[in-house]
């Protein structure tokens, strides 16, 4: 079977509660989700979203177009509040975000959807990624990154499509976040 590439659209992103940090559409979920989901529930949320869960480099990538409304200074204060999750992002009182890095479309290959910014946040292990992401797979706030709720709180009026996709890398030594 082939998978298109579905997007979270703004009204999606409003209507299943994405960035509102819990799931309450019946949309279909595309075959990662799915299987997070499952292994969420198999191993418990303390596991899922602990730090030696699935040691791995995690990257996590995230495309937005904004609104054609949103300004300049907009989109510079998403990006330094993305950027600033590198620090201000903490479990048990330690930043866990190895890095994050962005950058603005350039590409002329035309295939770029109408993704404006693109950043990519590396993680240490899955439970490191799992407890950042929180939301549609995991909705207890015990066990999920509140900058991170925040942050997909305020960018959510400013974003019309978002894109996300993860990869995991064998651990490369060292993999540690540093403040």
């Not at 990006?79 to 994050?100: D, E, H, M, W």
Request: glycine share 6%; charged share 20%.
């Amino acid at each position: 079977m082939r998978w298109k590439l579905s997007r979270i659209t703004a009204s999606a992103i409003s209507s299943f509660g994405i960035f509102s940090g819990v799931w309450t559409g019946a949309m279909a979920s595309p075959p990662a989700q799915q299987a997070r989901m499952q292994e969420m529930q198999e191993v418990g949320a303390d596991a899922f979203t602990s730090r030696g869960y699935k040691p791995a480099m995690v990257r996590h990538i995230v495309l937005f177009q904004y609104q054609p409304s949103a300004t300049t200074l907009e989109r510079e204060e998403i990006k330094r509040r993305f950027l600033a999750l590198r620090t201000q992002a903490r479990r048990n009182g330690a930043p866990y975000i190895v890095s994050i890095e962005t950058g603005a479309q350039s590409s002329g290959e035309g295939a770029d959807h109408g993704m404006d910014q693109a950043f990519l946040v590396t993680f240490c292990s899955e439970g490191d990624r799992n407890y950042y992401v929180g939301a549609p797979v995991v909705s207890d706030p015990a066990h999920f990154d509140p900058a991170h709720a925040a942050f997909k709180q305020f960018v959510a009026p400013y974003v019309a499509d978002v894109v996300v996709f993860d990869y995991a890398l064998p651990v490369q030594p060292p993999c540690v976040s540093k403040p």
